[in-house]
């Protein structure tokens, strides 16, 4: 059974900063890539930033400049640190995660998170 486990969402200001976390658990073989998804009130999921599976990042273009995604594998971890927010940055933010478990490698499956809020307002 694997687990994704989100933290560090909250309320914060127009022009503040949050760090969402993602720690992946369980019987992991490895993860192919992993990333941060947002879904606001009446609108569809959507990309907010990943590492790909060879290892690149992709944003969306909405978040350049202000938002940076970062890991650590030892812990299995993904990290997205959110500057300069704005209202429309209010969303849902879901962890996902791409990945092999122990025992069934060569399988890749798909892990959500539960989701945290992110609130811009002032």
């Known amino acids: 059974q694997v687990q994704l486990v989100e933290s560090g969402g909250g309320l914060v200001q127009p022009g503040g900063s949050l760090r969402l976390s993602c720690a992946a658990s369980?019987?992991?073989?490895?993860?192919?890539?992993m990333g941060w998804y947002r879904q606001a009130p009446g609108k569809q999921r959507e990309l907010v930033a990943v590492?790909?599976?060879?290892?690149?990042?992709n944003y969306a273009d909405s978040v350049k400049g202000r938002f940076t995604i970062s890991r650590d594998n030892a812990k299995n971890t993904v990290y997205l640190q959110m500057n300069s927010l704005k209202p429309e940055d209010t969303a849902v933010y879901y962890c996902?995660?791409?990945?092999?478990?122990?025992?069934?490698?060569?399988?890749?499956?798909?892990?959500w998170g539960q989701g945290t809020q992110v609130t811009v307002s002032s």
């Open positions: 996902n995660a791409i990945l092999e478990e122990i025992r069934r490698v060569g399988l890749s499956l798909n892990y």
């Open positions: 369980g019987s992991i073989f490895s993860i192919n890539a």
């Open positions: 590492f790909t599976s060879g290892g690149s990042t």
